[in-house]
Structure formats: structure tokens, C-alpha cells
DNA sequence: TTTTAAAGTTAGCAAACACTAACCAAAAAA
DNA sequence: TTTTTTGGTTAGTGTTTGCTAACTTTAAAA
């Protein structure tokens, strides 16, 4: 998929995004941040466009464990639970990912990749939608919320914590705090 | 607070970054689109910078009504209520600033538009959690999920839901989906 | 009526931007 | 061993960026 350099730039420019904005990615800063001159950046990617599509592909390779929890065979409540738990451990293993991951903003400027990344944010939501119809028909979660708030529940939830988290410094625990979060999404799941 | 000249500034301003991004607001494009040259635009704010962190004043005066919901005498349920309807009529009515206002990766370049930024993301959060623990004292609200997840579910739940709506082209009706989505945040709450 | 201040103009500047041409060294392939 | 490919380099391109100098017009104040 990625070469050693290309996912060596990936992550640097990921980095750069994280720390100042999308404002803050140049080829230059990137060139510098990794120790080579502008020109050799070109030697891995035909141009910055392909960079920034690099990124989405690389959150989709590294979140994709916590989406498979989805996909699992099992309760939806177990695989509900094991989703949130893969999500804040990876995100607390790759932190600069987790600043800019939920930054749609950072993608807006071209209209392949704002696709791309609705597709990818479509995708998650479609799914966890989807596992909670089929639980709320089986009487294993509680139909008193439509399956597309509870969702929305979930999922914003878990986001806005993460931008609380990036927000603020990283200054509290993200796997212990998700932890809480995830039972009490559990409790009004019941 | 703002001249006519300056709010048609800051409103053009919001507009260019809803349509394409932070990177889509240079100073010749603010220009273009509101008809005058450049230098014209200094009579009116100092430099860029200026202009950013008046958008964000132009936030906090614009979102001021939805806030004052949750200051108003009586019910905590009934505050959240009014809260979240207030906010959805307001974003509905500008839907440039309902692309941006979460968007948060756009103010991240400067320090002090990415602190006042926190701050005033931290002053919404802290009010409806005080309103919801008050709430659970007086049984009002129930107590079995701790009263900082449920301000997580339900701010996280509504930026969740505007996010989806601007980036999927506004296709559907905020305010009648909102209210929806209120109705079963009340059932999570009792 | 004269003076002053506010708000516009044209022309242009230095720095930053993404990217290219041309060349070179080292490693891999033939 | 020769050839080709890969991944670097220095130097430089044209364009865009935020912003300024200097001048002009319009309208309010004296």
C-alpha cells in the first residue's frame, strides 16, 4: 500500500495538520519536518492533492480494526461495547490522528476528498445504524429511541469527547473516560 | 460592536470558508466577492487575523439567544428544550455559520483564536452540565448516567446531527429532525 | 464655505506557495 | 560489468499571499 517514506510523509503531514492546521502543511514544512529537500517529496507523491487522499486512506487502514469489531458475530451490545474500546485505544496510540480525525474542515477545499470522507463517516454510521435495528427487532436493545438517534447518540458522544480530549491538551485519560462513556451509553441501550 | 461594512465582512468571510474552507478565505477573495479592492478592506479590520477573530465574536453574539435558554428561570427539561430548538432555528436561518461553527480545525492556526475558541466551547458544556446535576439532585433528571455523559449525549448528539446535515447539502429539515432528536434525548434523560 | 475624516482607488512589494528542470550518487537489474 | 532505476540534490519558475504607499472621492464637521 504504502511505502516506508510515503507513510513516513503520511504521518508527518498528519502531525503538521495536528499541531497548526491545515494551514500549517506546506511542502516546505513538510520537507523540512522529515530531513529531505521539496523535490525529493516528489519522488513519493505526484503532488500535495495525493497526500491529502493519502491521509484518508491511511485513517481508514488504522481505524479499521475497531470497524471490524462491528462485524463481528455476537450481541450487538458486545460488539457495540468492543467498537468504542478499539476506537479510544488506537486513537490513544496515534494521538495526532485523533486531533484531526473528526476535522472535516481540514478537507473541504477539494470536492474528492470532502466525498471521500462522507463516504468513510456514511459508511461507520450506516453500520452501527444497522446492527441496532436488527437488536431492537430481537428485543436486545430498547425501542423507545429510533435506532438513527441512538446513533447519533453514540457516535456524537464518542466524537465530542475526542474533541474535548484533543481540545484540551490531552490532559485527561481517553481509554478510562470512554470506558465511563460506554457504559452509560449501555445503560439508556437497556 | 460592528459597523454595517464590518459585518458584511465577517458574514462574507464565513461564507467563503462554509464553501470551501479556511483556505478558500484570502483577502483578495473576500474582495472580489463583497466588490471593493483589497486595501479597502483595511480600512475596516487591522489584518486577517482581525477578521477571524471577529467571526468568532460574530458566533457568540449570533448563538447568544439559544445560550439564554439555559440561563431562564424553571424546568431543567424544559430549558434543554427550548435550548436545543433555539439553536437548531438559529443555524437553520444561517446556514453558513451552521457549516462552520464546529469546525473547529479552522481556528486551530492561531493560539489565541484556538483558546477563545475552547473557552467558549467549555462555557456551553459547563452550563448544561451544572443544569442537568441540579436537575438529578431535585430527582428531575434521572441519575444513572452521570450527568457529564449526558451532556456528552446530548451536545455530542446535536453537532453530530448539524455535521451530518452540512455535509450531506443541507437535503434535509434541520428543525423537524431536531425536534425528533429531542424528543428521545427527554426519554434518555427521565 | 472651508476643513477634516472616512472610505475608496491603482500600483506594487516581499515573502511564501506548489512545483519543475537538470544533475548526481547509490543500489538493483540485466 | 554495464545499465537502469530509485531517490536524492541545487537552483529556480510563475503564481498567490497578506499587506502598504500614495492618491482620490465623498460626506460630515467646523
Not at 503520511?10 to 513538510?30: C, D, F, P, R, S
Not at 495525493?50 to 486512506?57: A, D, F, N, T, V
Not at 446492527?131 to 447519533?152: G, P
Request: glycine content about 4%; charged content about 25%.
Amino acid at each position: 500500500m504504502f511505502t516506508k517514506r510515503q507513510q513516513q510523509i503520511v504521518e508527518t503531514a498528519i502531525g503538521l495538520i495536528a499541531h497548526k492546521g491545515i494551514q500549517n502543511l506546506t511542502i516546505k514544512n513538510l520537507a523540512l519536518q522529515i530531513g529531505i529537500s521539496e523535490p525529493a517529496l516528489y519522488r513519493h507523491f505526484k503532488n500535495k492533492l495525493e497526500i491529502m487522499k493519502s491521509i484518508l486512506k491511511y485513517f481508514q487502514l488504522t481505524m479499521q480494526p475497531s470497524m471490524l469489531e462491528l462485524k463481528k458475530e455476537g450481541k450487538a451490545i458486545d460488539k457495540i461495547n468492543d467498537f468504542i474500546f478499539k476506537h479510544y485505544e488506537i486513537l490513544n496510540q496515534k494521538q495526532n490522528l485523533a486531533k484531526i480525525i473528526f476535522a472535516e474542515a481540514n478537507f473541504q477545499n477539494d470536492e474528492t476528498l470532502k466525498d471521500s470522507l462522507l463516504l468513510m463517516m456514511n459508511n461507520s454510521q450506516r453500520l452501527m445504524q444497522g446492527i441496532i435495528q436488527q437488536a431492537q427487532e430481537n428485543d436486545e436493545i430498547n425501542t423507545a429511541v429510533t435506532a438513527k438517534n441512538l446513533t447519533r447518540m453514540i457516535i456524537g458522544s464518542m466524537r465530542f469527547m475526542i474533541i474535548q480530549w484533543s481540545m484540551s491538551g490531552m490532559i485527561f485519560d481517553i481509554e478510562a473516560e470512554g470506558k465511563l462513556l460506554c457504559e452509560d451509553l449501555k445503560k439508556i441501550m437497556r
